[in-house]
Nanobody, 127 residues
Framework: QVQLVESGGGLVQAGGSLRLSCAVS????????MGWFRQAPGKEREIVAA????????HVADSVKGRFTISRDNAKNAAFLQMDGLKSEDTAVYYC????????????????????WGQGTQVTVSL
């Protein structure tokens, strides 16, 4: 059974930082591409960042470019989202997602592309 568990969310003041972690079990992360998504109340789930199976390619949404960084550690079967310079508009539930990927450098951008999801972690940025 594949499980993804996010951690690291919380309440932070604008301008602050958080580091989200996604621990994966039941699936070798070395065979998977990963993504971080977020969903704010009343809005659709949107991609924040994605990383290829081999870690060689990454994508970061324009809204967080220069502030957020995605990374992975296959040895630990975990992925991370470093969030700096947080803004109130970053407030949302953040989800990690994985999918098996044959191409080592493929990145996937849509929620429908992913097979497994975590339960989400709340990030709240106060003014």
């Amino acid at each position: 059974q594949v499980q993804l568990v996010e951690s690291g969310g919380g309440l932070v003041q604008a301008g602050g930082s958080l580091r989200l972690s996604c621990a994966v079990s039941g699936l070798s992360l070395a065979s998977s591409a990963m993504g971080w998504f977020r969903q704010a109340p009343g809005k659709e789930r949107e991609i924040v960042a994605a990383i290829s199976r081999n870690g060689g390619r990454t994508h970061v949404a324009d809204s967080v470019k220069g502030r957020f960084t995605i990374s992975r550690d296959n040895a630990k079967n975990a992925a991370f989202l470093q969030m700096d310079g947080l803004k109130s508009e970053d407030t949302a539930v953040y989800y990690c997602a994985v999918r098996t990927s044959i191409p080592a450098d493929a990145i996937y951008y849509t929620p429908e592309s992913y097979q497994y999801w975590g339960q989400g972690t709340q990030v709240t940025v106060s003014l």
